[in-house]
């Protein structure tokens, strides 16, 4: 890769670029989470059980994790411009047929549309990130994109329901399709793939940067780092979590939306604490994943296992705890950053991203199941025992996880002499010359030497070379 026009880029022109990318990434989590609060207006729409209701998530996200692979080897090739014009445009369709749809046949294949649309915006948005801002900004700016990404779920809870609520399924989702609308054509106007004219030379294909980035073990960490951090809040807040709080839980639909605003509002504050703490230990990431899943689990265990109901602040800890699910998976992203460079960025980070939506898709489905297995016959919804049940199966998740996460940065460390951080490759764009602003961090701190200089350097004593 070469780049014709080194100048630095201006931060006004980063962060315009970044902000409507960012608000494309918005639109789209809002898409995906509609589901989530409209599901039992949804089952009583197409008079459907909870089984085929979980059909609708199920095939949005089959759909958004078969595609991460493929996209992430078209944004290596196309660029993020135009994936996220054509994602959007995807997503306004399906929104649309969704808006219309009175078939369920018609609605699956909305939640299709959504899916595909879905799939190619937040790798593209982290596309951006590595190409606009300096290396050492990335664990920050990866954060926010995901935390803030998560307003899209706030505008999709109690908004969109006192929209459904006063004027109708048709309306409300049209509505959503106009907004999405306007969004596209500013990312139309605004967004370009790089600060600087890019010229590719003898660049790999994509099946060859996508078979090393594969063979990365730090890729596959970030894989497992995302499969058993995600799936919990990512489940709960799509469709889950609604129906568990109005349904298993008694409380009004009102009340459920608002908690899960609040874990979508607690993503705020927990994604710059777990993207301070990555950039200032990058070496205990692992440790980091471990603990958010340890607090995730003890915490489902304590309100499973509550005699009767459980009280509003165990119901409001649970949606705290759950808040830092989504940041705890963007964890995995870093480990593709760090692992690979950046012209294989987005076939690392298409890997990275299936794993939490596998896991998304396998707890969604299994949960409609054994819902409608527990709920007894002439019962017209399902009760808490069977909730208890159907959520008791995070648990195999978890411990699956956690055996991938450990086998594998077991594998990075080995690879690595030890660290979860491999020691000096430039992990972003190399625009401009080492040292410069868009060095990396190793790159500022090391000084590289070359013929003469180099021999002398590994001929002086241990002492000195740690002096220099």
């Not at 996200?61 to 995807?90: E, K, N």
């Not at 899960?260 to 703490?277: D, F, K, R």
């Not at 949606?319 to 998976?329: E, M, Q, R």
């Not at 460390?413 to 010359?433: K, N, S, W």
Request: aromatic letters at 8%; glycine letters at 10%; a positive charge.
């Amino acid at each position: 890769m070469s780049l014709a026009d080194p100048a630095p880029v201006p931060r006004r022109q980063a962060l315009l670029v970044w902000g409507v990318a960012l608000s494309a990434y918005v639109a789209s989590v809002f898409h995906r989470s509609s589901l989530g609060v409209t599901g039992v207006e949804a089952s009583h729409r197409f008079e459907i059980s909870a089984a085929t209701l979980a059909t609708f998530t199920v095939a949005q996200l089959a759909v958004y994790a078969v595609m991460q692979v493929p996209v992430g080897m078209l944004l290596d090739r196309y660029g993020s411009r135009r994936l996220l014009i054509t994602g959007g445009a995807l997503m306004v369709a399906g929104q649309l047929c969704f808006a219309l749809a009175t078939d369920v046949r018609l609605a699956v294949a909305a939640r299709v549309l959504v899916g595909l649309g879905d799939a190619m915006t937040f790798i593209s948005v982290l596309r951006i990130v590595a190409y606009w801002f300096p290396g050492r900004r990335n664990p920050m700016l990866v954060q926010l994109t995901g935390t803030l990404g998560q307003l899209g779920a706030v505008i999709g809870a109690v908004p969109l329901v006192l929209l459904l609520e006063h004027t109708g399924w048709t309306t409300a989702f049209l509505t959503a399709a106009a907004v999405s609308t306007v969004i596209l054509l500013v990312a139309v106007a605004a967004i370009r793939d790089s600060p600087h004219r890019v010229t590719v030379a003898a660049a790999p294909p994509p099946r060859g940067l996508l078979a090393a980035a594969w063979a990365a073990p730090g890729t596959r960490l970030g894989l497992w780092t995302h499969f058993v951090t995600g799936f919990s809040g990512s489940v709960f807040a799509l469709l889950w979590g609604f129906p568990f709080l109005v349904q298993g839980q008694g409380l009004a639909p009102t009340a459920a939306a608002t908690l899960l605003t609040v874990l979508t509002l607690g993503m705020l504050v927990t994604g710059p604490t777990v993207a301070y703490l990555c950039g200032r230990f990058p070496r205990h990431r692992s440790v980091l994943v471990f603990t958010i899943n340890g607090m995730t689990a003890a915490t489902w265990a304590v309100v499973l296992l509550w005699p009767g109901r459980a009280p509003g602040w165990l119901l409001v800890v649970l949606a705290l705890v759950l808040a830092l699910n989504g940041p705890g998976a963007l964890i995995g992203f870093d480990f593709a950053r760090t692992f690979n460079p950046v012209n294989r960025m987005g076939s690392a980070t298409g890997i990275v991203n299936v794993g939490g939506f596998v896991a998304a898709i396998a707890l969604v489905l299994a949960i409609g199941v054994v819902l409608d297995v527990a709920t007894p016959t002439g019962q017209t919804v399902p009760g808490l025992d069977a909730y208890r049940w159907a959520f008791a199966l995070q648990y195999v998740l978890w411990a699956v996880g956690v055996v991938q996460v450990l086998r594998w940065r077991n594998a990075a460390r080995r690879q690595h002499d030890g660290p979860d951080l491999p020691v000096g490759r430039p992990d972003t764009v190399p625009i401009g010359g080492r040292g410069g602003r868009f060095a990396s961090g190793n790159d500022r701190r090391r000084r590289r030497f070359s013929g003469e200089a180099a021999a002398r350097r590994r001929a002086a004593p241990a002492r000195m070379r740690r002096k220099a």
